[in-house]
């Protein structure tokens, strides 16, 4: 059941434009239209020489007056001008569609990974996906922009130039095409040397930035373990190797660029021979040979360009097919066929029943798990660090799937549920409660839509934490920062139980935070938590003696068992692991 993100990595580059267009159809549409203007704004490059034959053949060389000269100079003007509209025009609505179709790309990716995140994929995962979407998606926003347009152009510009040039003379033109062929040939492998190049001057920026940003977000532990030395070093050899690149890379750009200039004024002489001698010969006009050497550049120039064009173009499939990739990527945590069914509300039964879980390409975690909650039972589930009491309390909110086994909520297989309807009856308080940037009353209607001012005064009153309220600036309306960093962690807790407790579940599964708060907010916390597990189920991984304590049954979970289970008063009694937890807790606090 692991999550393997390169599925579909080894789409061709067919499969990767038809699936790609599947889920972006903004891409292609109009496109009959951009390529016509294309075609014409192409056509527009010929005008210019086509002019320039005209004049020389028409009025220098022969008998035309200025009459005939003013009419060709004013087609020519009409023509550019047409031209550079198109082109423009080419250019708007290849950007527009292209952002259009990108943005679906996004927003669909995005919402895949959110999708995905709620399964077995961590947050450092989730976080990796994110910033490998939005920089593949930049590739090919950068190529469709830039590369595309050029190539679209390049190739129409060299087809109108060899269609008008076969016109006038099929000899010069084969000539034009066997000499400029080979040429590009021989430069290929120098504009590969420059990719490589660049390729290194990329990876050695990364390492660069790498290794300042890890300084810099490390500042204290650097300055702590007094390795500010080695620290440094390793940055300036980064710079270093990052200008060592660049320098390589300049380089081998200038050769290459002279070359071209070479190749492209090579292919120039070999014209003017060529032509000349078919001019002697009566074959060729002088302005159509004239015309020939400006129908030259239009190959010349996109050859410069073209190894750039390419690389961007292979680098913009690459980061579409792991686009895709991301997007066909099964979410396992879905829906079953048919939407699936609700249930009853009113206070849950959890059972689990022979249940095994493991991590994708991990060990088994959770063994053969038997366990029966009755309603209104408080559970809590205690256990060393590692043991999988946090697995559990995923497989009980259905955040993962069991790989064997059941999890059955009032006798109904989670999996048979419809999602909605499940997180409406159980919510999972984790950890750290994520706060959001906002005042608190946003923070604590979160989960709870339409939820009014008077909802939340009286979740704060029900759970004992008016007074709390009052002691903060603007109450309800105090703005708790990023992440709730300007409250205390303490603090931030009690929103993640205000925010259940207005969420109205049957199921409770807290994860009961580890970090240290003072005294009298461990009051407060106990107090709201009590109030909060009133009349629910209630299942709480617990770090606190106190907590399990307060607990109806206490779950005993060793390296991924059950291995006791049983209320506070009988398991002390016992000898086994939870007395030995308990007589730890009990130093502990003494
Ligand atoms: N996302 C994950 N991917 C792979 N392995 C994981 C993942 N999360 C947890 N594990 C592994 O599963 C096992 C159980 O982890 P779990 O988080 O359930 O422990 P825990 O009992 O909650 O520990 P703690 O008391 O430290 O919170 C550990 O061995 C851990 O390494
Ligand atoms: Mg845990």
Not at 130 to 155: A, E, K, P, Y
Not at 342 to 359: I, N, Q, S
Not at 487 to 508: I, N, T
Not at 521 to 548: D, F, K, N, W
Request: contains cysteine.
């Amino acid at each position: 059941m692991s999550v393997r993100l390169d599925a579909t990595s080894s789409l061709s580059g067919r499969e990767v434009l038809r699936r790609g267009l599947q889920v972006s159809p903004e891409l292609v549409q109009g496109v009959w239209i951009t390529l016509l203007l294309a075609v014409l704004a192409a056509g527009g490059r010929v005008v210019v020489p086509m002019a320039v034959q005209q004049t020389v053949d028409t009025v220098v060389l022969g008998d035309a007056g200025a009459g005939r000269l003013g009419l060709l100079l004013g087609g020519a003007a009409v023509a550019l001008v047409i031209t550079g509209i198109c082109s423009a025009l080419v250019n708007v609505r290849l950007f527009r569609s292209s952002e259009a179709g990108l943005a679906r790309l996004r927003v669909t990716a995005f919402r895949h990974v959110h999708d995905l995140s709620a399964l077995t994929q961590g947050t450092e995962r989730r976080g990796s996906l994110v910033s490998r979407v939005t920089s593949d998606v930049d590739t090919i926003s950068l190529f469709v922009q830039w590369g595309g347009i050029m190539l679209l152009v390049s190739v129409l510009q060299i087809v109108a130039a060899t269609v008008l040039m076969a016109a006038w003379s099929w000899q010069l033109t084969l000539v034009v095409w066997a000499t400029f062929v080979p040429l590009v040939l021989i430069l290929r492998p120098a504009q590969l040397r420059v990719s490589a190049a660049y390729a290194r001057v990329r990876q050695s920026m990364g390492a660069m930035l790498g290794a300042i940003s890890e300084a810099v977000v490390g500042a204290e532990t650097v300055r702590a373990y007094g390795v500010e030395q080695r620290t440094q070093r390793r940055i300036d050899g980064a710079i270093h190797d990052w200008r060592q690149a660049q320098v390589t890379a300049q380089n081998r750009v200038a050769t290459v660029f002279s070359s071209g200039v070479l190749v492209a004024n090579g292919v120039l002489a070999v014209v003017v021979v060529v032509g000349t001698l078919l001019g002697i010969g009566g074959g060729l006009s002088a302005g159509r040979l004239l015309a020939f050497l400006f129908l030259v550049q239009l190959f010349t120039g996109p050859v410069q360009m073209a190894t750039e064009i390419l690389n961007e173009l292979q680098n913009a499939l690459a980061g579409w097919r792991r686009v895709l990739g991301v997007i066909d990527t099964p979410v396992e945590i879905a829906d079953p066929d048919g939407g699936g069914r609700g249930t009853a509300r009113g206070a849950a039964r959890v059972e689990l029943d022979g249940v095994e879980f493991a991590y994708p390409d991990g060990p088994t975690v959770l063994h053969d798990v038997h366990l029966d909650v009755p309603a209104t039972t408080k559970v809590a589930v205690v256990g060393a660090t590692g043991s999988g009491k946090t697995t559990l309390a995923k497989l009980v909110t259905r955040l993962v799937d069991p790989a064997a086994g059941r999890v059955l909520l009032d006798g109904a297989d989670l999996r048979d549920l419809s999602l909605a309807a499940l997180r409406e009856r159980v919510v999972l308080v984790p950890q750290e409660g994520f706060l959001f940037d906002g005042t608190l009353a946003d923070n604590v209607a979160y989960g709870a839509r339409g939820a009014d001012p008077g909802d939340l005064g009286r979740v704060f009153d029900e759970l004992g934490l008016t007074d709390w309220l009052a002691t903060l600036p603007d109450g309800l309306g105090t703005e708790v920062g990023q992440r709730g960093e300007r409250l205390s962690a303490g603090e931030r807790q009690l929103v993640a139980l205000a925010r259940a407790h207005l969420a109205g579940a049957d199921l409770l599964v807290l994860d009961e935070a580890t970090s240290a708060v003072d005294p009298a907010t461990e009051v407060r916390i106990a107090r709201a938590m009590s109030e909060l597990t009133a009349g629910r189920t209630t299942i709480t991984i617990a770090h606190r003696l106190s907590t399990a304590e307060a607990a109806d049954l206490v779950v005993v979970v060793d390296a991924g068992r059950v291995v006791q289970v049983g209320p506070h008063a009988e398991l002390v009694a016992q000898a086994g692991p939870y007395a030995a937890m308990h007589d730890a807790w009990l130093a502990q606090t003494s």
